[in-house]
């Protein structure tokens, strides 16, 4: 990862305005907000959530494929009386 400098980072920032009046005179107050933290843990938070529904799908996906070779593997060995066939079989 290439490492910028602190102060040469962009910037995710919020701001509000509001009117007020102070000694009768009519202001504008602009608050301003960093968001660059809150941005980056909910990116990573996001990130996490993904890589998690994707392992569990493709969990899900391999398991039923990996379940029927692993039925025929057990119907084979019980049928199969031959002892290097069976050494193979187990293997699998």
């Known amino acids: 990862m290439l490492h910028i ?3 040469h980072r962009a910037h995710i920032v919020g701001f509000k305005q509001k009117e007020l009046v102070f000694n009768e ?3 504008r107050l ?3 907000k ?3 933290d809150e941005v980056r843990v ?3 938070i996001v990130e996490k959530n ?3 529904k994707m392992t ?3 969990s899900y996906e391999m398991k039923t494929p990996l379940n029927q070779v692993q039925e025929s593997v057990d119907k084979l060995l019980a049928s199969v009386k ?5 050494k193979q079989l187990k293997m699998i």
């Open 5 to 7: 400098p602190r102060r």
């Open 25 to 27: 005179q009519s202001c």
């Open 30 to 32: 602009i608050m301003l």
């Open 34 to 36: 960093n968001l660059s």
């Open 42 to 44: 909910e990116k990573a």
């Open 50 to 52: 993904s890589l998690e």
């Open 56 to 58: 569990i799908t493709m």
């Open 82 to 86: 031959d002892k290097a066939a069976i």
